[in-house]
């Protein structure tokens, strides 16, 4: 992709326990040439419904405050236009025994159903409903996520890592 290069990324042990045995996973992370990384996952629904849930429910517990939220347009190639929820975030970490920084995180995330493409979750919620009521079907869902932290500006007198 450009001059980026990627390589996949394991799901956590902790996501293998919570989310159901058959949820399905493809993730993979992307390196850029200004030591840029990007993670890219997507998150596919087996038969129960508690394999997709809305990010704002697990970042907190991850240690993230969310500072803002707004549903935001990508164009894809092929010229269709679809809507993405961007979660700005911030959590401090240390970097040392006597040294805490403040990450930033710009969060990306939308739904991809039978269909349909939305940013917000209760839109799926209800679209999943009324598929089962109206139409007896139950849809996989999957959830796709673009994440990316953005580094700290580094001073001249200290080249440190900003990784955390």
Request: charge should be neutral; hydrophobic fraction near 35%.
């Amino acid at each position: 992709m450009g001059p980026y290069y990627s390589t996949l990324q394991d799901v956590s042990e902790a996501e293998k326990q919570i989310l159901p045995a058959d949820t399905e996973f493809a993730r993979r992370v992307y390196f850029g040439p200004a030591s840029d990384q990007i993670l890219c996952s997507i998150v596919l629904a087996g038969g129960e419904k508690r394999s997709i849930h809305r990010p704002e429910v697990c970042l907190p517990g991850q240690g993230w405050t969310i500072n803002s939220s707004t549903v935001i347009p990508i164009t894809l190639a092929n010229g269709t236009e679809i809507e993405a929820m961007k979660l700005t975030l911030e959590r401090e970490v240390s970097i040392s025994e006597t040294e805490r920084i403040k990450l930033k995180n710009i969060f990306l995330y939308w739904f991809v159903g039978k269909n349909v493409t939305t940013a917000r979750h209760e839109k799926r919620v209800w679209l999943t409903s009324w598929d089962r009521v109206v139409h007896s079907l139950n849809h996989r869902w999957a959830y796709v996520i673009v994440s990316s932290t953005v580094p700290p500006a580094r001073s001249e007198e200290r080249n440190a890592p900003w990784s955390g």
